[in-house]
């Protein structure tokens, strides 16, 4: 357990649903992050956040994705009318600024039917 | 943009024995390069770091060195145990705090 914790561990939704899913990081930790992995391959970066500035979006993120993290502590993930192609383990980390090493959480399995 | 690649064939070797993974990246010399373990259905976990100033870095039975001139990384785990069967995952990033990018990963399976 790295301390990072995520909610929910699986979910499944239907093609058009909307989901939200949770990242609590480590408390001292002020950078965040989120990756999604599809099966067999390694972890695309989405987006990253130092408090509560969204930092850097990636192109993978679409308008039908948005994250936020209000307070600067929890961030969510929101996928608005979901697609197959959005099926994917989807997963946060935290860091320190000044440190390299990212702590992942144990990741939120969506499937969309 | 930045690529990563890494061996896609699974690795099987024998209890005992050295296992050792290849990690090439194609434009920009990171800052560091990580490695990272992966279990299935779980997050990756940190396990060593080089900087771009750096040969070679241990810990533990685990070694990574690191090459610019080839622009390439050797990840190696010594006296392999079947508890080391897992997908290793190489990692590029610039600067401390910056994303990460990922190569596909390697799995490694130890035989006993």
């Known amino acids: 357990d790295t301390g990072v914790s995520q909610d929910p561990r699986h979910k499944i939704t239907k093609r058009g649903q909307n989901v939200t899913f949770r990242c609590d990081p480590i408390?001292?930790?002020?950078?965040l992050y989120w990756y999604r992995q599809t099966l067999g391959q390694g972890p695309e970066f989405l987006t990253y956040?130092?408090?509560?500035?969204?930092?850097?979006k990636s192109r993978l993120l679409s308008d039908r994705f948005s994250a936020e993290r209000p307070k600067g502590s929890f961030s969510t993930l929101e996928i608005q009318r979901t697609e197959q192609g959005d099926s994917a383990m989807y997963l946060c980390a935290s860091s320190l600024p000044t440190r390299n090493e990212q702590f992942f959480g144990p990741g939120t399995r969506l499937t969309v039917l | 943009s930045q690529k990563i690649e890494q061996n896609s064939e699974a690795l099987n070797i024998q209890e005992g024995k050295t296992a050792t993974l290849t990690c090439n990246y194609t434009n920009y010399s990171p800052a560091y390069l990580q490695w990272y373990r992966q279990d299935p259905g779980r997050g990756p976990v940190f396990l060593l770091l080089i900087r771009e100033n750096e040969k070679e870095k241990r810990k533990e039975r685990l070694k990574v060195t690191f090459d610019t001139t080839l622009k390439q990384s050797l990840f190696h785990i010594t006296a392999s145990q079947p508890a080391d069967s897992a997908t290793y995952l190489c990692?590029?990033?610039?600067?401390?705090?910056?994303?990460?990018?990922f190569g596909g990963g390697t799995r490694v399976l130890v035989k006993p």
């Open positions: 408390s001292e930790h002020n950078r």
């Open positions: 956040f130092q408090n509560e500035a969204q930092l850097e």
């Open positions: 990692a590029w990033v610039k600067a401390a705090g910056n994303k990460l990018t």
